[in-house]
């Protein structure tokens, strides 16, 4: 459908085979992107993988993206960063389970993801004490951010208010935007200061992203498009994994049957010897299967970011005209009932049926595609993932999980808070209680 938002001509696809043709048959014309005023402080678009229009400048992000950071080699070399910051969180949840206390699992989700992405970028916890200030900072300037790029602002829809900046988002986006570019600075500074001799010559398997990009430095690669790289990558990779796990730890309370059957599994495969190890997940496919089904319900992004038309083209027998906003409805293709049998209710063993096993996110299968497809699926997908069922495997495996006491499992509020991102509307608290031997945490 076509819907006018303002002065901005919008089409909305709403459906698998609609995606299609925009994610995949007309990609080539549709990968451009219209620009929100959030995205123009501090001329943050000009550095960015996520708002930079489509071209040869965005091309050479994407293939250091692929090829470098988050290919198979690098991921795995970086493994013992995730490994060590996942045992932190769960040690950190142990200690307030023994006081009896409840756990926000969205705050420790985005917390473990933030200081994950921390190791794997920078080589270290961005959250001790020499950095806390600092990473403080960058984490509450993200935070701003991240709800200044979800408000309806009336200046995107309406150009000629620019200048006024009426809601004072482009202002705001700008303050908090100088704030993390601050802190970024301040890393990459240091880095620079101690990149000679050895630490220039480290091995493969001891560099971190930093590191990597450091290396690909260029007049067409500057420090500034290092540092605006590297926001993108803590503003993407850290709200939507904690926003993912809160929604599957909220469904499985929900269904402590389904809670059951995944930690069954976890215990045929891990045991209670030992944590659960990123190669594990390999081998558990209804945890896989938990976690597709979450990002069909609740996918992180429901509207993706959107794209433009760089061109006139053809779709279906209409025409979408040059600089036309497409928005793909990833959220309505993922509860379509022409696709989906019974699409409201959270059924995981839909992916492991003979006739729907086969079906992915990444990229491929239509009626799935929370991460994108084409030319702008989200280039950190495969981090994602890795993230997602480590996180969720190990927060099942370790603890038992119940609603708050006075509270049953049907009573858990399932709303949710339409932005950038779908969040829960009411943040999930549960109570853990171990399942291991105490020694193991």
Known sequence: ????????????????????????????I???RNLIQAAKALSHYKTSI?????????????????????????????????????????????????????VDIGHAAFQSSFNL?????????????????????????????????????????????????????YRNTEINFKKMYDVMDKFIEDRLVTRSGESRDRSYSEKDMLDVLLEKRSDEFTLDHIRGYLTDIFGAGSD??????????TELIRNPEKMKRVQAELEEVVGRERMVEESDTERLPYLRAVVKEVLRLH??????????????????????????????????????????????????????????????????NFELIPFGAGRRMCVGLPLATRMVHLLLASLLHSFEWAPPQGIS?????????????????????????????????
């Open 1 to 28: 459908m076509t819907v006018s938002l303002g002065m901005k001509t919008t089409v909305v696809a709403s459906s698998s085979a609609m995606a299609k043709e925009v994610l995949k048959t007309h990609d080539h």
């Open 30 to 32: 549709l990968s451009g």
């Open 50 to 102: 996520v708002f930079g229009q489509y071209g040869s400048h965005w091309r050479m992000l994407r293939r250091v993206s692929v090829n470098e950071l988050f290919s198979v080699e690098r991921l795995e070399a970086l493994q013992h960063h995730r490994r060590d910051q996942v045992n932190r969180m769960i040690h950190q949840i142990f200690e307030d389970a023994v006081k009896g206390k409840c």
């Open 117 to 169: 992405l921390g190791r794997m970028v920078f080589g270290k916890d961005v959250f001790d004490s020499q950095f806390a200030r600092a990473s403080q900072e960058l984490k509450d300037a993200l935070s701003k951010v991240m709800v200044l790029y979800a408000t309806p602002n009336l200046a995107d829809f309406f150009p000629c208010l620019q200048f006024l900046d009426p809601q004072g988002v």
């Open 240 to 249: 939507t994994t904690a926003t993912t796990i809160e929604w599957a730890m």
């Open 299 to 364: 996918p992180a992004a429901p509207f993706l970011i959107p794209h433009r038309a760089d061109n006139r083209c053809e779709i279906a027998g209409f025409v979408i005209p040059k600089h036309t906003q497409i928005i793909v409805n990833v959220w309505a293709i993922g509860r379509d009932a022409s696709i989906w049998k019974e699409p409201l209710k959270f059924i995981p063993e839909r992916f492991i049926d003979k006739e729907t096993s086969g079906v992915d996110f990444k990229g491929q």
């Open 409 to 441: 499992a049907d009573q858990v509020d399932m709303s949710d808070r339409f932005g950038l991102t779908l969040v829960k509307a009411v943040p999930l608290e549960a109570i853990p209680t171990p399942r291991l031997s105490f020694e193991m945490y």
